[in-house]
């Protein structure tokens, strides 16, 4: 069946649209036949791909995991405050078991002794699953760079690296919309936009066109 | 704190009852310490003790490098009724840092010991539970030793962003 796309509203008068609104509202079954019922069912049907519908489903209703591991966690509690209000985007319900929740915010510093443990919370969670560094501790080991901690990349995949000691709740907040624009299909661009670079890829010096490249791809759900 | 008169008789009638017990003394800066030889740790604790230094505040190791013996354990002693501080202090060498543990006299002490063991090394003799406290067991190594590496990440700065990883590897 060839699909022919209109704008809503057709391309005449808006006010049209509003008469055939108020049409509709008084619309009865059999009043419509043949090309007008056709045309009617068009202007009111979206079609995507079930990918981009359960991508944008998901993206729309993380479940973060009740999970702090230091002073960031004090800015984590933040973003389900008033002021930052997770709840706005679908994200407000923090699951207190790992099997309930599908997105863990490592909220500071990690130790070698936690890292077994994080681990462990991190495989419980079922699938899929999405993590985010939060603060420098936990993505390059900040202030505390020496024998005791270990960051979150060595033993774990992380979606999102939040910047910052500790970053504000606004900073995470943006952390997890870009964790969502990932999760629909739709990653952000961040410097390549910048730099005018889009559809470029990275190459590691002799790995031209080598298929590993550590380059985030639409669909992906870990690395990048 | 007593003062350097009373750290001396102090360190006298530790003297009088042990001739090897007492090393040297030092007061410095109103905070008197007692150098003491370190197998005489629990005679000199329980006369302090007796003494009415009955509080064990701190138990803390030190790594004293490149002086020689390296390692020290601090022992802060509180009198509560007069509200009087004394320090001990042991030092032991790298290559034998063996010590009594004073868990018995200062049940207290237990966690300290076995933190100085995690971070410095030293062996308390006759603790009830000798290991790790922070590190995980497997550790290897002492970290708050001196000569331990600083370990971490490489951070990239410009200094070194063409020689760690990432650029001309």
Same mark, same amino acid.
């Given at each position: 069946?060839?699909?022919?796309?209109?704008?809503?509203?057709?391309?005449?008068?808006?006010?049209?649209?509003?008469?055939?609104?108020?049409?509709?509202?008084?619309?009865?079954?059999?009043?419509?036949?043949?090309?007008?019922?056709? !045309?009617?069912?068009?202007?009111?049907?979206?079609?995507?791909?079930?990918?981009?519908?359960?991508?944008?489903? !998901?993206?729309?209703?993380?479940?973060?995991? @009740?999970?702090?591991?230091?002073?960031?966690?004090?800015?984590?509690?933040?973003?389900?405050?008033?002021?930052?209000?997770?709840?706005?985007?679908?994200?407000?319900?923090?699951?207190?078991?790992?099997?309930?929740?599908?997105?863990?915010?490592?909220?500071?510093?990690?130790?070698?002794?936690?890292?077994?443990?994080? !681990? !462990?919370?991190?495989?419980?969670?079922?699938?899929?699953?999405?993590?985010?560094?939060?603060?420098?501790?936990?993505?390059?080991?900040?202030?505390?760079?020496?024998?005791?901690?270990?960051?979150?990349?060595?033993?774990?995949?992380?979606?999102?690296?939040?910047?910052?000691?500790?970053?504000?709740?606004?900073?995470?907040?943006?952390?997890?919309?870009?964790?969502?624009?990932?999760?629909?299909?739709?990653?952000?661009?961040?410097?390549?936009?910048?730099?005018?670079?889009?559809? @470029?890829?990275?190459?590691?010096?002799?790995?031209?066109?080598?298929?590993?490249?550590?380059?985030?791809?639409?669909?992906?759900?870990?690395?990048? | 704190?007593?003062?350097?008169?009373?750290? #001396?008789?102090?360190? =006298?009638?530790?003297?009088?009852?042990?001739? /090897?017990?007492? +090393?040297?003394?030092?007061?410095?800066? &109103?905070?008197?310490?007692? %150098? +003491?030889?370190?197998?005489?740790?629990?005679?000199?604790?329980?006369?302090? /003790?007796?003494?009415?230094?009955?509080?064990?505040?701190?138990?803390?190791?030190?790594?004293?490098?490149?002086?020689?013996?390296?390692?020290?354990?601090?022992? #802060?002693?509180?009198?509560?009724?007069?509200?009087?501080?004394?320090?001990?202090?042991?030092?032991?060498?790298?290559?034998?840092?063996?010590?009594?543990? %004073?868990?018995? =006299?200062?049940? &207290?002490?237990?966690?300290?010991?076995? #933190? %100085?063991?995690?971070?410095?090394?030293?062996?308390?003799?006759?603790?009830?539970?000798?290991?790790? +406290?922070?590190?995980?067991?497997?550790?290897?190594?002492?970290? =708050?030793?001196?000569?331990?590496?600083? &370990?971490?990440?490489?951070?990239?700065?410009?200094?070194?962003? #063409?020689?760690?990883? &990432?650029?001309? %590897?």
């Amino acid at each position: 069946m060839e699909v022919k796309r209109e704008p809503l509203g057709g391309a005449g008068d808006p006010a049209d649209l509003r008469i055939r609104q108020l049409q509709a509202r008084d619309m009865l079954r059999g009043d419509l036949e043949g090309e007008d019922l056709e !045309r009617y069912v068009e202007q009111r049907v979206m079609t995507t791909t079930m990918d981009k519908a359960v991508a944008w489903a !998901r993206g729309n209703s993380f479940f973060p995991l @009740t999970f702090g591991l230091a002073c960031c966690a004090i800015e984590q509690i933040h973003i389900v405050a008033s002021r930052m209000d997770l709840a706005r985007f679908g994200w407000e319900a923090f699951r207190a078991s790992p099997r309930q929740a599908d997105l863990m915010i490592l909220s500071g510093r990690v130790s070698i002794k936690m890292a077994p443990v994080i !681990r !462990r919370i991190y495989d419980q969670m079922l699938d899929p699953k999405w993590a985010i560094s939060m603060g420098a501790c936990c993505s390059s080991m900040g202030v505390f760079n020496n024998y005791a901690l270990v960051p979150a990349d060595k033993f774990m995949p992380v979606d999102v690296h939040v910047p910052g000691c500790p970053p504000r709740p606004e900073a995470l907040a943006h952390g997890i919309i870009k964790l969502r624009a990932k999760v629909q299909l739709n990653p952000p661009p961040g410097w390549r936009e910048r730099y005018d670079a889009i559809g @470029t890829e990275e190459l590691l010096p002799g790995e031209t066109g080598s298929p590993d490249i550590n380059v985030f791809r639409p669909g992906d759900t870990a690395g990048a | 704190m007593p003062d350097a008169t009373e750290l #001396e008789l102090t360190a =006298q009638e530790l003297r009088d009852r042990d001739g /090897e017990s007492v +090393i040297e003394t030092e007061f410095h800066r &109103g905070r008197a310490v007692l %150098v +003491i030889n370190p197998p005489k740790i629990k005679s000199v604790l329980a006369h302090l /003790e007796g003494k009415g230094y009955t509080f064990l505040a701190s138990l803390h190791g030190v790594d004293y490098y490149p002086d020689e013996p390296r390692l020290g354990v601090l022992y #802060e002693l509180l009198d509560m009724k007069r509200v009087d501080r004394i320090s001990v202090k042991a030092r032991v060498p790298t290559d034998a840092p063996h010590i009594d543990s %004073v868990v018995e =006299q200062f049940p &207290g002490a237990e966690f300290p010991e076995r #933190e %100085v063991y995690d971070m410095f090394g030293v062996v308390f003799d006759g603790h009830p539970d000798m290991r790790r +406290i922070l590190m995980p067991e497997d550790y290897e190594g002492y970290p =708050q030793r001196r000569d331990f590496p600083v &370990g971490g990440e490489p951070v990239l700065f410009t200094f070194n962003e #063409e020689t760690t990883y &990432g650029k001309n %590897v």
